[in-house]
């Protein structure tokens, strides 16, 4: 009788346990403690409870108002059962990550505002728990418990991030948008800096947590001695005019071996290089670096001298491939064009073949461009790219197609085609094909990616030399050579590029406000921090219309430097309609086996929800923020323009669940757990392309 019951009780038991493994009931919290879920940034989880036979019935748990609203790019991150992210103003907060309620707050929005965030990072070591985080040019260190700055790390709790750079950095713009990289007891920090030519140079940096210390330093671009010196003219790291080559979107580090992996962006002038002749080493590079000393193991460039801002644009991914039965670690990264590059992590050697292809020359004066760029060979590109377009290729939607068709005949278009008077097509656009929200990877090599596919116009124009601005006031002159590229000569700027007007801007703003602008930057405009307190005066009185003459008579401090040829600016090609001028679809969402290098599946990613009221659905759309993978088979993402949150099945890209956010959700989600229950939260502050302004982080549970 005995044994009946002991059998009987470890029958039950196995049922119990086993039914509590597969819905995740009696495992431990699981936590999403780093930006894009972990140091290899695979944006992947083990988490099991939602799947694909009950995604559908996710509804929202919590949601959380934060005190402003705007955009919120942040991936937020979940450490113990506290939820930390960052508002549209850069403010950091804590959150129970169960209930949505807050902890604390931290920052001042009225300095940083007008930036954006993609979160923070958490730090721990024995009971010293540490948020780390940027506003402005600072790198704050808080207690991770009460928000409040730790006094023994840099100054006061914080430590400026030109600490480390040289001299000619001074005073230059530079932000952090993206979370640092940690490796042990340091943090590796991404800057955005401007992108004209008067860039700070973009010195990767890594510092200490604990005191705030600098700890090493690799110079981008190189100085005397370096390895790759030569591909930039002499003493190029001495100039006020070669600067960039910098990690804006982040890295990815291998734990086990001590490689930090950092991707670069464009040396400046983004769009017109003749500053700046060679190859042009580090910059457009994906870096093998020593995490503890920042010693270069290895590298590679995926644009030679970048005049296209060919900036790479997400942290790469640390993936293990299969090939022939053999394991091999290996990084993978995405690329505005739409290629992925995949390398053996520890050689460097590509994983599959890269041909230097012939690419054309530049017919501006000045300009040298590199004769030859790299394409791999796999997998094949995920957006499609300039060479592809014709005037079959016009969208059937536009009413004034056959204009379109016309403009697209000026054009030139095929890949690599530099800046010209004429324009040139930039497919994908300057926000890829990839962009900051990057890849997901799973353990079985598939790499998932969501891709813009919105061509853009780049039409470079002769830039008069500032001894032509001598009949001009002091405002116009600051306004020609700062400004005009994006606004205007007639200051209408291009709305359908998210450039906005001036014109009546005094109706619409006061100068306390735009001064801000102009010290702070905002979106995609840098600040101008180089300016004096009296040429932003000058500036801002000339937009308002009331510049006075002693402002006007003011000698400039600042010296812009001379470029002879500029860009009109990021101008989209549209129809009248301010839709695409392509045709659909203007956003995908691809599966690739970075075993073979073959797809999987790939889809339209989207709708365009002025033609969805007409009865036109699955074009794709313009999408920011990245997608989530979990073990249990699905794919979340929200990213869109059409403001929907979706969940897809991994294996075949079928739909099973969307829902509409309270704003369009330009980020990307994080997954977790607690107390036995899983969570997945996204950041909803729309605002981007022309969607309404949210300030809400809501998380979604089974019921």
Not at 301 to 328: E, F, S, V
Request: aromatic fraction near 12%; include cysteine.
């Amino acid at each position: 009788m005995k044994t009946k019951i002991y059998v009987g009780i470890i029958v039950l038991l196995i049922f119990v346990i086993t039914s509590a493994v597969q819905t995740n009931y009696l495992t431990d919290d699981v936590d999403w403690a780093e930006y894009l879920g972990g140091a290899d940034r695979n944006h992947y989880s083990t988490l099991t409870q939602i799947k694909p036979e009950n995604v559908n019935k996710l509804q929202v748990a919590w949601s959380y108002s934060t005190p402003d609203s705007g955009q919120i790019q942040a991936n937020p991150i979940i450490v113990g059962g506290i939820l930390y992210g960052v508002t549209a103003s850069v403010q950091a907060f804590a959150l129970d990550a169960a209930s949505g309620k807050e902890i604390w707050r931290f920052g001042d929005p009225l300095k940083n505002w007008a930036s954006t965030s993609r979160g923070v990072t958490y730090w721990q070591k024995g009971n010293d728990k540490r948020i780390l985080y940027t506003a402005g040019p600072n790198l704050w260190a808080l207690d991770a418990t009460n928000g409040k700055p730790i006094e023994s790390f840099g100054e006061n709790g914080k430590i400026d991030l030109h600490t480390g750079l040289s001299e000619i950095a001074k005073n230059k713009f530079i932000i952090s948008n993206t979370p640092g990289t940690l490796f042990e007891d340091l943090i590796v920090m991404p800057l955005r800096l401007s992108e004209d030519a008067d860039a700070a140079p973009g010195d990767i940096r890594a510092f200490n947590v604990k005191t705030g210390k600098l700890a090493w330093t690799f110079h981008t671009i190189p100085y005397t001695g370096e390895f790759g010196y030569e591909t930039f003219p002499k003493d190029a790291y001495k100039n006020t005019y070669t600067g960039a080559a910098n990690n804006w979107a982040g890295m990815a580090v291998d734990q086990k071996r001590g490689i930090i992996y950092v991707p670069t962006g464009s040396a400046g002038y983004d769009f017109f290089g003749g500053n700046r002749k060679g190859q042009n080493l580090f910059s457009n590079c994906l870096l093998a670096l020593d995490a503890r000393t920042g010693k270069r193991l290895w590298h590679f460039q995926t644009t030679h001298h970048d005049i296209w801002d060919r900036d790479l644009p997400a942290p790469p991914n640390l993936i293990t491939i299969t090939q022939k039965g053999k394991k091999i670690d290996a990084v993978a990264q995405v690329t505005k064009q739409g290629f992925v590059f995949v390398f053996d992590r520890v050689t460097g050697k590509p994983i599959f073949p890269i041909k230097e292809m012939p690419v054309p020359k530049s017919m501006l004066p000045g300009e040298i461009t590199w004769p030859t760029q790299p394409i791999p060979t796999k997998p094949a590109p995920f957006a499609r790219q300039s060479k592809s377009l014709t005037e079959n290729e016009i969208s059937p939607y536009a009413e004034n197609r056959e204009e379109l068709i016309q403009n697209l005949k000026k054009y030139q278009t095929a890949t690599y085609s530099p800046g010209s008077k004429e324009g040139t097509i930039i497919f994908p656009g300057y926000d890829g094909g990839a962009e900051w929200g990057g890849a997901a990877t799973d353990p079985e090599g598939i790499l998932y990616v969501n891709a813009n596919e919105m061509a853009w116009v780049q039409t470079m124009v002769e830039n008069p030399k500032q001894d032509n601005f001598t009949n001009l006031s002091a405002g116009e002159k600051l306004y020609k050579s700062y400004c005009i590229a994006c606004h205007g000569t007639d200051r209408k700027g291009n709305p359908k590029s998210n450039y906005p007007s001036l014109i009546d801007i005094e109706k619409k703003r006061d100068k306390a406000f735009l001064t801000q602008i102009v010290t702070a930057g905002k979106g995609m405009m840098p600040g101008f921090t180089m300016l004096s307190a009296t040429e932003k005066q000058a500036l801002v009185s000339f937009l308002f219309g009331d510049e006075k003459k002693e402002i006007s008579a003011t000698t400039s401090t600042s010296k812009p430097v001379y470029i002879p040829f500029r860009s009109t600016g990021y101008n989209k090609f549209l129809d009248n309609k301010g839709l695409p001028a392509i045709t659909p679809p203007w956003g995908t969402m691809s599966a690739i086996n970075l075993n073979t290098g073959e797809y999987l599946w790939k889809i339209p990613f989207g709708y365009e929800p002025s033609l969805k009221e007409k009865g036109i659905d699955n074009t794709g759309t313009e999408n920011y923020g990245g997608p989530v993978v979990t073990a249990s088979g699905l794919l979340f993402i929200a990213a869109t323009k059409d403001g929907m949150f979706r969940a897809f099945d991994k294996k075949t890209g079928k739909l099973l669940w969307e829902t509409k956010l309270p704003a369009a959700g330009f980020a990307t989600p994080s997954t977790y757990q607690i107390k036995g229950k899983q969570y997945i939260v996204i950041a909803c502050g729309g605002t981007k392309l022309g969607t309404k302004k949210g300030n809400k982080y809501v998380a979604f549970a089974l019921p």
